[in-house]
């Protein structure tokens, strides 16, 4: 039984914190294979317009070139716009005899309520919630049964999982504090600091095709 993570995200660019997440993670859960999992467009996040799709699976896989990291086509090539009950069903499917980690960041935990079916979503799979060190993360919009389910991983060095039942990490491990926000606005203002924030193959694709200019 292989160990695979998921790290869903609209990854509107890529970045450096993006990567850190999948080594730590990786490192620290002995995940056998990590997989960034770009989506079309996030269902709960109806008011923002992503980059192109094609763009942004692009930057991953530039991104990615050259570490044991992969990206993954499922949720663009799904008929529909999934939501990420649909996509963990597929990945079931599809990873029926491996132990599957969804990964999320603090922010997708604590808008976890407004997910469909979140505590369905919740059951299907592991979930690691990456949060920065120092961070105050929530639990209290969580029901009692999810929150029993919750392991806190921030301070420890490697993690064993219980094969019996899903449960959801919390770890700290990423020490870094980059934003793609940020950075698409900090392109938009032709400040160049951005650069040092992504590979620098993505810095030559965005500058080359003008993404978010």
Same mark, same amino acid.
């Given at each position: 039984?292989?160990?695979?993570?998921?790290?869903?995200?609209?990854?509107?660019?890529?970045?450096?914190?993006?990567?850190?997440?999948?080594?730590?993670?990786?490192?620290?859960?002995?995940?056998?294979?990590?997989?960034?999992?770009?989506?079309?467009?996030?269902?709960?996040?109806?008011?923002?317009?992503?980059?192109?799709?094609?763009?942004?699976?692009?930057?991953?896989?530039?991104?990615?070139?050259?570490?044991?990291?992969?990206?993954?086509?499922?949720?663009?090539?799904?008929?529909?716009?999934?939501?990420?009950?649909?996509?963990?069903?597929?990945?079931?499917?599809?990873?029926?005899?491996?132990?599957?980690?969804?990964?999320?960041?603090?922010?997708?935990?604590?808008?976890?309520?407004?997910?469909?079916?979140?505590?369905?979503?919740?059951?299907?799979?592991?979930?690691?919630?990456?949060?920065?060190?120092?961070?105050? /993360?929530? @639990? =209290?919009?969580?029901?009692?049964?999810? +929150? *029993? #389910? &919750?392991?806190?991983?921030?301070?420890?060095?490697?993690?064993?999982?219980?094969?019996?039942?899903?449960?959801?990490?919390?770890?700290?491990? /990423?020490? @870094? =504090?980059?934003?793609?926000?940020?950075? +698409? *606005? #900090? &392109?938009?203002?032709?400040?160049?600091?951005?650069?040092?924030?992504?590979?620098?193959?993505?810095?030559?694709?965005?500058?080359?095709?003008? /993404?978010?200019?």
């Amino acid at each position: 039984m292989k160990r695979v993570a998921f790290y869903g995200g609209s990854f509107d660019p890529v970045h450096n914190g993006h990567l850190a997440v999948g080594e730590a993670v990786s490192r620290l859960f002995a995940i056998d294979q990590f997989v960034y999992l770009p989506a079309f467009h996030a269902p709960h996040k109806k008011r923002l317009v992503p980059t192109p799709a094609i763009d942004r699976y692009t930057m991953l896989c530039l991104a990615t070139m050259q570490e044991s990291l992969c990206v993954s086509k499922l949720e663009l090539e799904m008929p529909a716009r999934p939501y990420t009950i649909d996509t963990l069903g597929r990945l079931k499917e599809l990873y029926s005899g491996d132990e599957i980690f969804f990964v999320m960041g603090a922010d997708s935990w604590l808008d976890i309520t407004t997910w469909r079916e979140w505590e369905q979503v919740l059951m299907l799979t592991n979930h690691i919630v990456v949060t920065r060190p120092g961070y105050e /993360i929530g @639990t =209290d919009h969580v029901t009692s049964e999810v +929150r *029993s #389910r &919750i392991i806190d991983a921030r301070v420890r060095e490697a993690i064993e999982s219980d094969a019996s039942r899903t449960s959801i990490y919390f770890t700290d491990a /990423i020490n @870094t =504090d980059i934003s793609a926000t940020s950075i +698409r *606005s #900090r &392109i938009r203002a032709e400040d160049s600091s951005w650069m040092a924030d992504v590979p620098a193959s993505v810095a030559n694709y965005i500058e080359k095709y003008q /993404i978010y200019s």
